[in-house]
């Protein structure tokens, strides 16, 4: 009875009513309890016995594991599966391993990744969207919650040792500072050992990393040869030789999630050089290539078929010359992208062979955690004018050969990303259709594999690896962690299909939501219904907006979603529609599409007076001051040495958007970057004096300060308006501000500017050579 009303009521309000989550068969607590003292206690000390708490042992013959997750990867995008991307290292564990054609994904980063690592469907776990997109409902609030405990968590006290790598992106925006709140940080979360980027994307060249907690800054620059992805790679690899030298029979569990291919599509010129050509025959002809080998690697089955361009997507032969050049030279970006990614995953996974351990090491290598991205403009994106819209083309082909550097915030035009999600509909964040859920999974493990080299076509979902692992370590899934009943896993051990390629897949029932964009499988019939909202220059994305229509798929006979069958099989329709809405309700998945961010936590709620010292650094600019669209005056405190005393003051934003003040050659300097161009620069009328000193800088809107929303998509409105500059309350400089926006993947420092510059007139960080004292930021 109580679980009946669980279903119907779902997590939230079951848990409410006192009713336990927790699976029949879950047995273990976590924490351990401690054990009885096993030794002897007497007054006289050679009649005691000393006894130590017995230390948690691992099963025998536990498994390494290993979680490779990549990011906005198209079912067809890798070489393994029909692609032009070169990807080695997972066709070497393919064809030592498994293959899964029918595995599935949320359809968006955040929740696969939710879902992924606790078992659980991601609205049960608060990811009902991404972390930057929450809401104040359960299933969105990206708050994770203590029920729904991490694979991470279990194997921790399970006695593995576990590291995170990458790419993370589930904890709330709020909280994601230097100071914290820590608590739903992956080193919260089961990772004893945490490197990578805590957003949904990042600058590869140069990005804002965290170890464990702290914030930490890249080894080197762009322009010495670094970038993330191998910079991953080599921490990974310092983990396992650290890892080896202490514990060498301890096993490990590692979560690798690079980047890769998440725009920015940032990759070296050397990788790129090798696709040069490979995609001038466009998006048709490369879908029918892609298909053809697809059919012939027989990664697919040989009666599916090709779904047709959808009608939002011009034909390849339609466009002019010089787009398809620069459309051309996306893609093999995007291409040299992936196999790039691959490469570094290959130097991991190298690491674990020549220490001995690849026999028994367990690898999960998912391509993508969502299908490839279809919410670009036709044309991508790259060079931008001042106003936020895509440069005119003839300055976009000035540039072609710099795409993928560290000047351009790039990623492929949206037919490309269809075209990688061959032979699927759609793809990343419309998970009504298998081209924004259905991505491969290769599985290896030496050990424990009798086929090699074959695929396996079991209906399977991302829930299903945490379940997998459990049994494959020999560990039962805890009913209580830290005395909190635990919501029941979701998902199926794959294990039962490693020996039989014939054997049915227990899992016959999944739902699927994104965005208002609904999906539901059971026993083999698909449903959907797309949700098409407005938004900037998104071609997927057009008119009539709202719900469309359900569709219905068989696909036991329709691999590929080709036929929709919703008008010769109402019943079954109707059925599968209800269907989702008792899902729905199970797993919080009401209300469809909240409205983002009402009422969300934030340090810089209410607040009008922000304060900062010397030495801070790496404050996000979303729990900062927001001056993008108001009145706001900058004050700082500093002291002039007899010489030098350049630098910047403070700093927020970066290449692509942001504002700094600085010295530079003894004058004060005010500059404001809109979309990576300058868009207002003052400097002061004469130097600065030597000594102690009071700086300041002012912005008056033009009129009242503009209440538009921002739609998303699009450039935020234009608030233009008057900067003035003063030395110790005495105006020194006056100028236009056309517009002040703030970049991605940036921060705000205090006497330095990270990461990338905001002003082309001084190289980062570009470190205050003065005494800093207090600098304020005061909102008007």
């Known amino acids: ?43 006289a000390r050679d009649k005691s016995v000393p006894a130590w708490p017995k230390q948690v042992q691992v099963p025998k013959g536990a498994p390494n594991v290993v979680v490779v997750l990549l ?58 969207t991404v972390a930057d997109s929450s809401s104040g409902f359960p299933g969105y609030n990206s708050v994770w919650a203590k029920d729904t405990v991490s694979v991470a968590e279990v194997l921790r006290q399970n006695g593995y040792s576990t590291s995170a790598f990458g790419k993370w992106h589930n904890t709330p925006q709020w909280e994601i500072t230097p100071a914290g709140p820590f608590e739903h940080w ?18 590869q060249w140069e990005p804002r990393l965290y170890r464990n907690t702290t914030p930490v800054e890249p080894k080197a620059t762009p322009e010495q040869g670094y970038h993330l992805t191998a910079d991953l790679a080599d921490e990974a690899t310092r983990w396992l030789r650290t890892h080896d030298a202490v514990y060498p029979d301890k096993p490990f569990f590692v979560w690798f999630a690079p980047g890769g291919t998440h725009w920015p599509h940032h990759v070296p010129q050397d990788w790129i050089a090798k696709y040069k050509g490979k995609f001038d025959q466009g998006w048709d002809k490369l879908r029918e290539e892609t298909f053809a080998r697809q059919k012939k690697l027989g990664v697919i089955p040989a009666n599916a078929e090709l779904t047709p361009r959808p009608p939002e997507l011009p034909a390849w032969d339609s466009l002019p010359a010089e787009q398809r050049r620069l459309l051309a030279r996306e893609a093999e970006i995007s291409a040299a992208y992936l196999a790039y990614t691959d490469f570094q995953v290959g130097r991991l996974l190298a690491e674990i062979r020549a220490q001995g351990k690849s026999d028994n090491t367990v690898v999960f290598y998912i391509v993508g955690d969502n299908g490839a991205e279809v919410s670009s403009p036709l044309l991508g994106r790259d060079a931008t004018g001042p106003d936020g819209q895509a440069a005119s083309l003839a300055e976009r082909l000035k540039d072609i050969d710099a795409l993928g550097s560290a000047r351009f915030d790039n990623l492929y035009g949206s037919a490309w990303g269809w075209a990688d999600n061959t032979p699927f509909q759609y793809g990343k964040g419309i998970p009504s259709y298998l081209g924004g859920t259905r991505n491969p999974l290769v599985v290896s493990w030496p050990k424990g594999l009798r086929d090699k080299g074959v695929v396996r076509s079991q209906f399977s979902h991302v829930t299903d690896i945490a379940p997998t692992i459990y049994e494959l370590a020999g560990i039962t899934f805890p009913d209580k962690v830290e005395g909190i009943q635990q919501v ?37 019939w698909w449903a959907g219904s797309r949700n098409v909202t407005p938004r900037g220059n998104a071609v997927l994305n057009q008119a009539p907006f709202g719900q469309r229509q359900w569709q219905l798929y068989n696909l036991n006979a329709d691999y590929s979603q080709a036929h929709d069958v919703a008008a010769a099989n109402p019943d079954k329709l109707a059925e599968l529609v209800a269907t989702f809405d008792k899902e729905a309700w199970r797993n919080d998945v009401y209300p469809l599409t909240p409205e983002v961010g009402v009422g969300r936590p934030s340090p810089a709620a209410g607040r009008t007076l922000f304060t900062y010292r010397a030495g801070v650094t790496r404050i996000p600019s979303r729990v900062g001051p927001d001056v993008t669209r108001r009145a706001h005056r900058i004050t700082a405190d500093i002291e002039l040495p007899a010489r030098g005393g350049d630098g910047v003051l403070i700093a927020d934003g970066g290449r692509w958007g942001g504002f700094s003040l600085f010295v530079k050659d003894g004058r004060l300097v005010y500059e404001a970057n809109a979309h990576g161009h300058r868009s207002g620069h003052i400097v002061s009328s004469r130097p600065l004096p030597k000594g102690k000193l009071q700086v300041a800088f002012s912005f008056t809107p033009d009129g009242a300060a503009s209440s538009a929303p921002v739609v998303q998509g699009q450039p935020p409105v234009a608030v233009p308006g008057v900067g003035r500059l003063f030395v110790n309350g005495e105006q020194v400089g006056e100028g236009r501000i056309a517009k002040i ?26 470190s205050f050579t003065g005494i800093l004292g207090k600098v304020e930021v005061e909102l008007r």
Not at 8 to 18: D, F, H, I, T, V
Request: hydrophobic content about 35%; overall charge negative; some cysteine.
């Open 71 to 128: 990011d906005d990867v198209g079912f067809s995008a890798a070489s393994t599966f029909g692609g032009v991307a070169d990807t080695p290292a997972l066709q070497d564990l393919a064809r030592n391993g498994l293959s899964y054609n029918q595995f599935h994904v949320t359809s968006l980063c955040s929740p696969t990744r939710a879902a992924l690592l606790t078992g659980r469907n991601h609205h049960e776990v608060g990811f009902g």
């Open 186 to 203: 992956p080193t919260s979360l089961g990772f004893e050992f945490f490197y990578g980027f805590m957003g949904g994307a990042d600058n």
């Open 1 to 43: 009875m109580k679980k009946r009303i669980y279903v119907w009521l779902g997590r939230s309000a079951a848990l409410a009513l006192g009713l336990a989550a927790g699976g029949a068969g879950a047995q273990q607590v976590l924490p351990r309890p401690p054990e009885p003292f096993a030794g002897k206690i007497d007054p």
């Open 488 to 524: 029941p896993l979701e998902g199926r051990s794959l294990v039962y299909s490693f020996d039989n390629a014939r054997a049915e897949s227990p899992r016959t029932l999944q739902y699927f939501e994104m965005g208002g964009s609904r999906g539901i499988y059971k026993d083999g």
């Open 741 to 766: 926006v703030y970049g991605p993947y940036e921060s705000l420092d205090i006497g330095a500017d990270l990461g990338s510059p905001v002003s082309s007139d001084y190289k980062v960080p570009f």
